[in-house]
């Protein structure tokens, strides 16, 4: 995944920019760049690994060595941008966000030509912003540049570009699936993924992009490039996961969202009967946490948090590319709160379970200091496939996934005939499946949110929203 933040003004924006991003840390962890220019030094660039050092840490100084009234950036979770540039289109810096499934097929495509090459990473991958660009330059303007792009890829593509004159042209997915917000102060306009980004930075909130459209960004106005389509599918997780609590996507706070789901979820459990008992109703914090307030306002069961992440060392628990040590990490981030979990019993909301390893591991921890008994509600349905669009809930293969895995072993390859039926729970496939998960897990219960309930906290109409990772509908 990955997020960027752009702007361009009358005065200097690299410590906006710089801001702009660091805000959208929560995105990736592997890259982080920006890019500006200016008459002066024309364009200038910075990349840095941020795998083991927050972005803050890597650009402190920025303003130092980067100068620009137009400056772009982003945080990136796979490969190194911004890059830069010169083309039959000009010279221009380019980042991008959203997955490409088919590039071998795109780049064997271009090298048959001949004469094409690519630089190669150390991986002899290419840089798949590398590749958007090739594509984009293939036409004789961005607009058609850009909708080419989109059109050859199989996934996803939000883009921005600097231009010399300093403007930016940011264009969103052509569904929808991540969010372009544009915001306006006194001297100039920004660009980004996140809405509070820029609210923080006092830039008000100007519009929202459609799905497929195209702007060109001034320091005094926002043109119009390619008008917004009209089928939106904008992705789910966002709300549930991936977005930050302050972000609003669509006009959807994410906070409030997650509020109300966790509401939906009690609604249904007291009606039947599963809320008896409980002592403390807990978020596996962090992104848990709002959904568990919501269960605990409506079902009336006081929250509590039996254990507390250590973050001041450890703030991301799949920082590491390891997934031994993305376990450890995340078993020495919890520390428990004993008069909270010894002989009570408590009920967890988690905003996923994808393939439940690290699940097993905090329902062990919290059973070994001395937990009655422990149920889990998850603020989605169950997982049954890795994400092609925006790569959210990766996967070599989706046995990878609980869920999934637990249909193959029930019925082999035939029982994804019926992944409707194991969504939902009030099928038999779908109770047997939840019993299986509840076992392995050893969960006192085990709850997962309806995509009906799911579709009703986050208010917009099913058909604008994608469900692909729970129902394959995308």
Known sequence: MGGFFGATSRRDVVLDVFFGVDYHSHLGTRRGGMAAVNDQKGFQRDIHNIENSPFRTKFAGITDEMQGNACIGCISDSDPQPILIRSNLGVYAITTIGCINNSEELINEFLSDGGCHFTTMTSGKINSTELVAALINQKESFVDGIRFAQEKIEGSLSVLILLEDGSIIAARDKVGRLPILIGKDSDGYCVSFESFAFEKLDYDFVKELGPAEIVRIYPDRVHTLAEPGKKLKICAFLWSYYGYPTARYE???????????????????????????????????????????????????????????????????????????????????????????????????????????????????????????????????????????????????????????????????????????????????????????CKELKLTTLGYQSIAGLVEAIGLPEDCICTYCWNGKG
């Open 251 to 437: 006009g959807v706070s994410v906070e409030v969202m997650r509020t109300k789901n966790g509401a939906v979820m009690a609604r249904e459990d007291k009606k039947a009967g599963l809320c008896d008992g409980i002592d403390y109703i807990s978020g596996v914090p962090d992104s848990g946490t709002p959904h568990a307030i919501g269960y605990a306002n409506e079902s009336d069961i006081p929250f509590a948090r039996p254990f507390i992440k250590y973050t001041p060392t450890w703030p991301r628990s799949f920082m590491p590319s390891n997934q031994n040590e993305r376990n450890k990490v995340a078993k020495m981030k919890m520390i428990p709160v004993h008069d909270l979990i010894q002989n009570k019993s408590l009920l967890f909301v988690d905003d996923s379970i994808v393939r439940g390893t690290q699940m097993r591991e905090t329902i062990d921890f919290l059973y070994s200091h001395g937990a009655k008994e422990v149920h889990m509600r998850s603020a989605c349905p169950p997982i049954m496939y890795g994400c092609k669009y925006l790569n959210f809930s990766r996967s070599n293969s989706e046995d990878d996934l609980i869920a999934r895995r637990i249909i193959h072993d029930l019925e082999g390859k035939e029982g994804d005939k019926y992944i409707d039926e194991y969504c939902d729970a009030s099928t038999e496939r779908g109770k047997k499946l939840r019993e299986i998960i």
